[in-house]
């Protein structure tokens, strides 16, 4: 019942929904290169389950927190069957129930402790789902699905926890873990690779030269593998030769209307007849070269894939079918097909418990990617494994306490930030907080290391720095929003925001244009692609928690909201009204003037350059509207004035032109002006700076150190500058 | 060779911040830096002149590197908001040809001078670390400051390509500096934080929440010292202390001096001013 990619899929149902969820995980795991085997729980056997590597179990909770029906007589079975250890199980439940009972998902939870209790290895935690399932079930589908591909047969991880060291006095927890991957050691996979026949055919089936190029490429790959790779043109060669290789790999493309390339056109007519000899001892793979604008997309390659099949070679990896830019898939699948090749021993057996063995050899070799003129090279896809200590922001609403829990981990450096969260979630706190979701969800945003990220989209060999060893990762949630609990914050108060900003356009009547689609209106590109990329962040939360100043602002919406304003009111379409409207609210007490300091938004690699810039162009535009009255537009007015006037700041002009005599008043008795006089905390030469500041004209009291700028050396190029692009200064 | 720079004192070391000046140039003697200010040189901007005319910034910092590359030299300031200005606005300029020909033809009709992209802008810390390296530093200090010092960076120079090989979110050239000078450097959260220099005399209660919560956390992670790269956010910590201690009702007094006085000091120039701020430290300190 189980071979190396095998999963056990089981479900105790009473109404049919956990059938169908069953189902549906046994179709999406076939597309993930695993091997279903969905079971009704009454269908198998305690034996059928201890002979397992991985298992996934849709259970739902009948009545008062029963199995379902055809889930009991195995539920009896394996609590009166003696097992000691299933540490070999790879599992995880979900669980189906309805929250108004007082037992919610007692069944799966049943299951879930049975499983840990017996040592096995949960991969992915526990789901409960109540009466509206469908949502939370496709995500634990995907995730635990994608989770068991992972795993190879031989391979599981250990885990070992030492003590936990835990100061009652603070609310710092200190764990440390470390994680090992059972791997075989560099020493005998290097073995493996150069002991007997290491041969490898490679077979070109090409027109325009592409697929010959490639044949030859992957040749030159292979002895990094420990093959010997050798390319064969497809005419010529005779059929029955071929059932002799062990490894074979066919690089094919299409010709005209789904034809064989000349050069195949005679061994695919041996291959195709009746009396073909078989390839019980072949093992290959096939990528397949076309343009998608046929209709018969890649035919040759699939006929030269079905056709290996039929004779009874064993297919070691899935056939790839690349469109006329082919390079990247050609590449990914090079990588995938020479590392299952390398796992095929002298005999011809395919030992698929060596491949992580071989990637972290061959990833481990001193070149990476043939070298040459060729410009070919095979991507890292796996990376070597790096020291983390991972620090965890905590927060516990119920005891109002915060701290940091520090884990010690041994990870892969492909492996993401939103993969850590997990890991450390379902093998060590299951009372981890985080928002999780799919790679680039804009919700799952958080902090690390100061770099506002989505977890899912960033590797940690992209944060590691060799020079310094060690990687740490500082995890916490994202700035300027509430703590729910741990990294979960809330976001209500910008929806709340957004919500306000009345976040629709309202389109002005215009003319459409004619098109063979019907009257339609239209946009220009250039003015799409502007649209298009000021509206181009990953997140709007992410976006709002760059700018430094909105955990101090009560009033201000904050950037995501201004930016979308902005690409609304900049939008063609928009009607006049709505227009006037939008500049209103954004120059608004709460719009882009509340904004302290556009760097910090603009330092986050996650917002494009496009977001700052049009953050400024909005700025400009409410001064510009508002004619630069208010503080803000003082400011900015005569910051500018100042800069025309000597070339330098003249502070002692803003102070005073900015706050006026009452503002500088109250910095009389704020200390402020003290501050700048005396140097009270600043270590300046003299205690008072200049004291004419104190009693002559135009500074007064708002004197600052040095009351006129001298002008700069040449200062008539400033003003003949001003004068030729703004003449309002 | 002495390593020769374009000087820009960014914009309120003639005035607010007279102290950088002061320390600045005997720093650049000590370490054999070869300082030519650019005397006609105007303010960065500071990110408040683009709000008014994103160009009119654009051309008259252009003019500034312009006068550098005719002197065949690097810019370098010891202000972030400088250094993170000019270069932003150096990136802005180098990556779209057509913007860059358009600043030049004004810059020629209006100056006689033309940029051709050929400079770069540093920060002095970068300098120090990547140019004149720790070790000569360490070999320079008589009066180690064996404080607690928590290293300012300010967000302006954080960004990609402007702050050499420190890292741009989590970075550390300030704390091996304050290593350096024999000083203990704090590991705290808010040392790339914005203190809303921009804003400080139009959203005054929201700048100084900010400035509060940056200097709070340099204390609470006790430091006894904050030492700033920036001249302007240095100027904002210190001189309205008091009015942002009063926003947050905590006591936030705790000395700030800028980066060129840190080094000045621990070299052994300006022994009276390093007594008034060991005895600040005794007295006010946390």
């Known amino acids: ?729 | 060779m002495p390593l020769k720079y374009a000087y820009h004192p960014g914009n309120v070391s003639h005035s607010s911040a007279p102290e950088v000046n002061d320390t600045m140039m005997p720093i650049a003697k000590s370490l054999g830096i070869e300082l030519t200010i650019l005397e006609g040189a105007t303010s960065c901007g500071a990110g408040i002149m683009r709000q008014a005319n994103n160009r009119l910034q654009l051309t008259l910092n252009a003019r500034t590197f312009a006068m550098a590359e005719s002197l065949g030299l690097d810019i370098m300031t010891p202000c972030a908001a400088t250094a993170g200005n000019l270069n932003e606005d150096l990136q802005t300029l180098i990556g779209n040809n057509i913007l860059l020909a358009e600043i030049n033809s004004i810059l020629m009709k209006t100056c006689g001078l033309k940029f051709n992209g050929a400079v770069k802008v540093h920060h002095l810390l970068h300098v120090l670390v990547d140019e004149i390296g720790l070790e000569k530093i360490e070999l320079k200090v008589k009066n180690p400051l064996n404080f607690m010092i928590a290293g300012y960076y300010g967000p302006n120079m954080q960004q990609t390509g402007m702050c050499g090989d420190d890292d741009v979110y989590d970075p550390s050239y300030l704390e091996k500096l304050i290593q350096s000078i024999g000083g203990i450097p704090v590991e705290w959260g808010s040392r790339t934080k914005s203190v809303g220099v921009p804003g400080l005399l139009s959203e005054e209660p929201t700048v100084l929440l900010q400035s509060a919560n940056v200097i709070l956390d340099a204390k609470d992670e006790g430091a006894q010292l904050i030492v700033s790269a920036c001249n302007l956010s240095h100027t904002i910590m210190d001189i309205y202390q008091g009015k942002a201690s009063r926003i947050v009702e905590r006591p936030i007094n705790i000395p700030i001096m800028h980066l060129t006085e840190m080094i000045d000091f621990a070299f052994g120039h300006h022994n009276t001013r390093l007594a008034q701020l060991r005895t600040r430290i005794s007295v006010i300190g946390n």
């Open chain 1, 1 to 729: 019942m189980s071979d190396a990619r095998s999963l056990l899929i089981l479900y105790g149902s009473q109404s049919g929904n956990s059938e169908e969820i069953a189902i549906n995980a046994g179709k999406f795991s076939s597309k993930n290169n695993l091997n279903p085997i969905v079971r009704a729980m009454d269908e198998v056997t305690v034996p059928d389950i201890i002979s397992q590597t991985r298992i996934l179990i849709c259970c739902s909770t009948w009545g008062d927190g029963e199995q379902p029906d055809n889930a009991e007589d195995l539920w009896e079975a394996v609590n009166s069957a003696d097992i000691t250890s299933l540490n070999n199980i790879n599992f995880s439940v979900l669980a189906l129930g309805d929250s108004s009972y007082d037992l919610y998902c007692e069944s799966g939870k049943e299951w879930d402790n049975w499983f840990e209790s017996k040592g096995a290895n949960r991969i992915y935690p526990r789901v409960d789902c109540d009466v509206d399932f469908e949502e939370p079930a496709k995500l634990w589908m995907e995730q635990s699905i994608l989770k068991m591909s992972e795993i190879t047969v031989d391979s599981g991880v250990e885990i070992t926890i030492p003590e936990n060291k835990i100061s009652k006095n603070s609310d710092v927890i200190d764990n440390s873990v470390s994680e090992k991957l059972d791997v075989l050691t560099s020493d005998n996979i290097e073995d493996f690779l150069h002991e007997g026949d290491r041969e490898l055919a490679v077979l070109f089936g090409s027109q325009s030269g592409n697929s010959e190029d490639l044949a030859s490429k992957i040749v030159k790959e292979a002895t990094k593998y420990g093959l010997n790779g050798k390319v064969y043109d497809m005419d010529g060669l005779d059929f029955n030769t071929l059932r002799n290789h062990k490894r074979v790999l066919i690089v094919c493309s299409t010709w005209g209307e789904g034809e064989m390339p000349d050069n195949a056109e005679e061994l695919w007519k041996s291959a195709s007849d009746d009396a073909a000899p078989k390839f019980n001892k072949t093992n290959y793979s096939v990528l397949s070269l076309g343009d998608s604008s046929y209709e018969l997309f890649c035919q040759s390659g699939k006929d030269w894939d079905i056709r290996f099949d039929e004779l009874g070679a064993n297919r070691l990896v899935t056939r790839v079918d690349c469109d006329v830019d082919y390079e990247a898939l050609a590449t990914e699948w090079t990588f995938n097909a020479l590392t299952s090749m390398a796992a095929v021993d002298e005999t011809g057996n395919f030992h698929e418990s060596k491949l992580n063995s071989i990637k972290q050899f061959v990833s481990g070799a001193d070149t990476v990617g043939a070298s040459g003129d060729d410009s070919f090279s095979i991507s890292s896809l796996i990376s070597e494994k790096l020291q983390v200590e991972v620090s965890i922001f905590r927060y516990d609403p119920q005891t109002n306490s915060t701290g940091k829990d520090t884990w010690l981990c041994s990870l892969p450096g492909n492996m993401s930030v939103l993969e850590v969260l997990r890991s450390i979630k379902s093998t060590h706190d299951g009372t981890l907080t985080f928002r999780d979701g799919v790679t680039d969800d804009p919700n799952t945003a958080i902090s690390i290391n100061g770099r506002l990220i989505l977890p899912g989209t960033i590797s940690l060999d992209s944060i590691y720095s060799p020079q310094i060893g060690k990687l740490k990762l500082t995890i916490e949630p994202l700035p300027c929003f509430t703590v729910i609990r741990d990294l979960l914050v809330d976001t209500w108060a910008l929806e709340r925001a957004r919500e306000t900003s009345e976040p629709w356009m309202i389109s002005a009547t215009r003319e459409g244009k004619n098109t063979s689609q019907g009257t339609i209106g239209i946009m220009s590109q250039s003015e799409a692609s502007y649209l298009h990329s000021i509206k181009d962040f990953q997140s709007s939360i992410l976006l709002h928690a760059s700018s430094d100043a909105t955990p101090f602002s009560e009033s201000y919406v904050g950037p995501s909201n201004i930016v979308s304003a902005w690409a609304r009111r900049n939008d063609s379409r928009i009607s006049k009204t709505k227009k006037n409207e939008i500049d209103k609210y954004i120059g608004s007490i709460q719009g882009i003037n509340s904004e302290t300091d556009l760097s910090s938004i603009r330092r986050q690699e996650s917002n494009n350059l496009s977001i700052s810039d049009a953050l400024l162009d909005a700025r400009t535009m409410a001064l510009s509207q508002s004619s630069f009255s208010g503080r803000h537009g003082k400011h900015v007015w005569w910051y500018t004035w100042s800069i025309k006037s000597s070339g330098k700041v003249n502070d002692t002009v803003l102070f005073r032109q900015v706050l006026g005599p009452l503002g500088l008043l109250s910095n009389l008795f704020s200390g402020v002006t003290a501050r700048m006089l005396l140097g009270f905390t600043r270590t300046g030469g003299n205690m008072i700076n200049d004291g004419l500041g104190m009693v002559l004209p135009p500074a007064g009291i708002g004197k600052m150190p040095k009351q006129f700028n001298s002008s700069i050396n040449n200062h008539h190029e400033v003003i003949a500058i001003f004068n030729e692009l703004d003449g309002r200064f």
